[in-house]
Structures are given as structure tokens and as C-alpha cells.
């Protein structure tokens, strides 16, 4: 009889690290879903990573928690500006119609991780350091920044969960 419950423990335990694992799994496949369609490994992207400070700051945690909210901030405007319907030079446009349902689908759900991530943070605590006046000077509606950040959405993500991990 215990085998039998300690089987059917193991079999709940996978059910629910299988259940955890699998938004960041439709998360990382989205974001790769992305990069293919919108060639975000070419070199023109690669170069001058936007958020590189960002994932690689070793600042005291209440910065790191402080910059990364404003990077949350900087994606939150970015996927407004690139799945506005109104704006008139909308990355998605470049798309045909189909290719343009499946991507906008896709960013949809970074814009979803971004709102979770961002409401386990808190609200952000101004703060004028260098990391975050260049956060600031983003140009969001670029379509060049929109494929940047596209290109590091995995490595800001992993670095918001890294931030997040002692906290909660």
C-alpha cells in the first residue's frame, strides 16, 4: 500500500512541476517563434544590446528591483506599440495576414509574462541612476528597439526571475 501512495505522490509531484514549467516553456517557444519570423538573431540586432546593463547589473537588490521595473515598464510600451492596430507603422504590419495572427499571438503572450512579472515586483521606487535615465531614452516605436527587445526577452526575463528568486 505505500508503494502504491508513494507513486501516486511522485506522479502528483511531476504533475505539478510539469504544470509550473509549462507558461515559461510556451514563453520561451513564443519568443523563438518570434525570432524566426522576424530574423531577431541577424546581426543589425544583435548589436548594442538594449537591456545588457540591465540583466548584468550587480547593483544592491532594491536598485536591481528598481531598474527592472522600469525595464518592465520599457517592454509594456514597446508590445502596446507593437500590437497597436492604430499605429500606422506597426511592426506586425510588415507581416502578411496570417504570419501577423500568429506573431501578434505570440507577443500577446510576452506581454502577459511582462504584467505577471511586473505585479510581483511591486510599484516601482523612482530612482535617477544611469541604468534608468538611459531606460528612459528608448524609442519604443523603432522598429529595429521593438526586434532588440524581442531578441532579449529570454535573458530579461531570467534575470526578473533571478531578482524575484529571494523575494518570493
Not at 507581416?95 to 501577423?100: E, G, H, S, V, Y
Request: proline content about 3%.
Amino acid at each position: 500500500m505505500s508503494s502504491c501512495w508513494g507513486s501516486i505522490c511522485f506522479l502528483a509531484f511531476l504533475g505539478v512541476a510539469f504544470v509550473s514549467g509549462r507558461p515559461l516553456e510556451d514563453i520561451k517557444n513564443a519568443q523563438e517563434s518570434i525570432a524566426e519570423v522576424l530574423n531577431l538573431k541577424g546581426l543589425e540586432v544583435g548589436l548594442n544590446p538594449l537591456f545588457s546593463a540591465v540583466i548584468k547589473s550587480n547593483s544592491s537588490i532594491p536598485l536591481r528591483v528598481n531598474e527592472m521595473n522600469a525595464t518592465l515598464d520599457v517592454y509594456r510600451q514597446i508590445f502596446s506599440s507593437i500590437l497597436s492596430d492604430n499605429h500606422s507603422s506597426s511592426l506586425l504590419k510588415l507581416l502578411n495576414t496570417t504570419t501577423r495572427k500568429s506573431v501578434r499571438s505570440d507577443v500577446e503572450k510576452l506581454q502577459g509574462r511582462i504584467t505577471t512579472l511586473t505585479e510581483k515586483f511591486g510599484p516601482e521606487n523612482n530612482n535617477s541612476k544611469d541604468i534608468l535615465s538611459k531606460l528612459k531614452e528608448i524609442k519604443v516605436g523603432n522598429h529595429l528597439v521593438q526586434r532588440k527587445a524581442l531578441a532579449e526577452f529570454l535573458e530579461v526575463d531570467h534575470a526578473a526571475d533571478v531578482i524575484l528568486s529571494p523575494r518570493v
